[in-house]
């Protein structure tokens, strides 16, 4: 099969972390938008960002795209579309998308339009007038923004950050996907030592240790595209041998967790059992006034409590306070600490010396990086 046309959906402000990742597994003419990175690959790059992919929420295979102002429009330029490259006779392929500043604002009438376009168009390649869509579920995705129509086949099936070791959490987790970039960002190496004074649920921690062990986040859950008949099974086998293959079972990489409530103390360890990292996590309860670090280089990556999460706001700026007081200015130690606090700065005691733009789901964060000693 010829080189597919992808896309890797993404969070906002990580456009860029996802574009190197997707480079460095071997994705072609790679370029990133807002909320995504465009690219191209064959079948086994296809499956390898699935299984691989730190920063990616869902990989989808492009169709096509064009304007569209009425439902005619967005009809004919539907049917125009070689579905039958990839749906066959008995395939479902349901319909879900969303609209942002164009003229086709009614998501239930896209749907249905796209839905008619597509059957029309497999009817004259089928030469049949009726579809059992009992087959596997090709999910058909759309997006129109300012009139552009983009229509893409989902090969993911759940988001890419549901890697399976959290089935549960504390009151507000971190998404993997952020976790993974807020690591990726202060550099997590095999012989990195992590604290994170504010563990919740642990995320941060197994992020870092799947990074540090370069063990592939989706090498424990299923893909929608494992059922795809244009992709054969061994595909699938070839490239989680590869992710296999490429752990590090030796490094010397350790993770100390720590959180005022023993809940989610208990949380950490049990997901990092089911992330497969336990030997490299630990965590217990303390309090972040009593962080006391060890001598020596290391790093810390966290996601305080603030005020529209878990605290009012003057009590995430004494923690601010508190945790800049524990974490000092010294040779060889980084810190990275995600807040949507636009005052983070004046409360923690000092500037960053670097700053990234980050979402928190739709909250507006800013991940300040310290590593000037």
Same mark, same amino acid.
């Given at each position: 099969?010829?080189?597919?046309?992808? /896309?890797?959906?993404?969070?906002?402000? /990580?456009?860029?972390?996802?574009?190197?990742?997707?480079?460095?597994?071997?994705?072609?003419?790679?370029?990133?938008?807002?909320?995504?990175?465009?690219?191209?690959?064959?079948?086994?790059?296809?499956?390898?960002?699935?299984?691989?992919?730190?920063?990616?929420?869902?990989?989808?295979?492009?169709?096509?795209?064009?304007?569209?102002?009425?439902?005619?429009?967005?009809?004919?330029?539907?049917?125009?579309?070689?579905?039958?490259?990839?749906?066959?006779?008995?395939?479902?392929?349901?319909? %879900?998308?969303?609209?942002?500043?164009?003229?086709?604002?009614?998501?239930?009438?896209?749907?249905?339009?796209?839905?008619?376009?597509?059957?029309?168009?497999?009817?004259?390649?089928?030469?049949?007038?009726?579809?059992?869509?009992?087959?596997?579920?090709?999910?058909?995705?759309?997006?129109?923004?300012?009139?552009?129509? %983009?229509?893409?086949?989902? /090969?993911?099936?759940?988001?890419?950050?549901?890697?399976?070791?959290?089935?549960?959490?504390?009151?507000?987790?971190?998404k993997e996907t952020l976790a993974?970039?807020?690591?990726?960002?202060?550099?997590?190496?095999?012989?990195?030592?992590?604290?994170?004074?504010?563990?919740?649920?642990?995320?941060?921690?197994?992020?870092?240790?799947?990074?540090?062990?370069?063990? @592939?986040?989706?090498?424990?859950?299923?893909?929608?595209?494992?059922?795809?008949?244009?992709?054969?099974? %061994?595909?699938?086998?070839?490239?989680? %041998?590869?992710a296999l293959d490429s752990i590090?079972?030796?490094?010397?990489?350790?993770?100390?967790?720590?959180?005022?409530?023993?809940?989610?103390?208990?949380? /950490?360890?049990?997901?990092?059992?089911?992330?497969?990292?336990?030997?490299?996590?630990?965590?217990?309860?303390?309090?972040?006034?009593?962080?006391?670090?060890?001598?020596?280089?290391?790093?810390?990556?966290?996601?305080?409590?603030?005020?529209?999460?878990?605290?009012?706001?003057?009590? @995430?700026?004494?923690?601010?306070?508190?945790?800049?007081?524990?974490?000092? @200015?010294?040779?060889?130690?980084?810190?990275?600490?995600?807040?949507?606090?636009?005052?983070?700065?004046?409360?923690?005691?000092?500037?960053?010396?670097?700053?990234?733009?980050?979402?928190?789901?739709?909250?507006?964060?800013?991940?300040?990086?310290?590593?000037?000693?």
């Open positions: 099969m010829e080189e597919l046309k992808l /896309t890797a959906i993404c969070l906002f402000g /990580t456009e860029g972390i996802l574009a190197d990742e997707l480079k460095r597994l071997g994705a072609s003419e790679v370029s990133a938008e807002n909320g995504r990175v465009n690219f191209k690959g064959d079948l086994n790059i296809l499956a390898r960002v699935n299984i691989c992919s730190r920063f990616a929420e869902r990989v989808l295979i492009n169709m096509g795209e064009y304007d569209a102002l009425s439902f005619e429009e967005l009809f004919e330029g539907a049917k125009g579309l070689r579905w039958e490259r990839f749906i066959g006779k008995d395939d479902a392929f349901p319909v %879900t998308g969303w609209s942002l500043n164009s003229k086709l604002f009614s998501i239930p009438d896209c749907q249905s339009i796209i839905k008619k376009a597509v059957v029309e168009r497999l009817k004259s390649k089928y030469n049949c007038s009726w579809f059992s869509e009992t087959g596997p579920e090709y999910k058909i995705r759309f997006s129109i923004l300012k009139d552009k129509v %983009t229509l893409m086949i989902d /090969t993911s099936g759940e988001g890419l950050h549901k890697r399976g070791y959290r089935p549960a959490s504390n009151d507000a987790p971190i993974a970039a807020m690591c990726d960002q202060i550099r997590i190496f095999p012989d990195t030592r992590l604290y994170d004074p504010f563990c919740g649920s642990g995320t941060i921690l197994i992020e870092a240790a799947l990074m540090a062990t370069k063990t @592939a986040p989706g090498l424990g859950r299923y893909f929608a595209a494992e059922r795809f008949s244009f992709i054969p099974k %061994t595909v699938w086998q070839e490239e989680r %041998t590869r590090i079972k030796d490094a010397d990489f350790s993770a100390q967790g720590f959180d005022i409530d023993p809940r989610a103390v208990e949380l /950490t360890l049990h997901n990092a059992q089911k992330a497969g990292v336990s030997k490299y996590v630990k965590a217990a309860v303390a309090d972040v006034k009593d962080l006391s670090l060890p001598e020596g280089r290391l790093s810390v990556i966290t996601n305080p409590p603030y005020g529209e999460r878990l605290l009012d706001i003057r009590a @995430a700026e004494e923690l601010y306070g508190a945790l800049g007081e524990r974490l000092p @200015a010294e040779r060889g130690k980084k810190y990275g600490i995600i807040s949507p606090h636009d005052e983070f700065e004046r409360y923690f005691g000092r500037p960053a010396d670097k700053r990234r733009k980050l979402y928190n789901g739709m909250i507006k964060c800013q991940l300040y990086m310290y590593f000037k000693g």
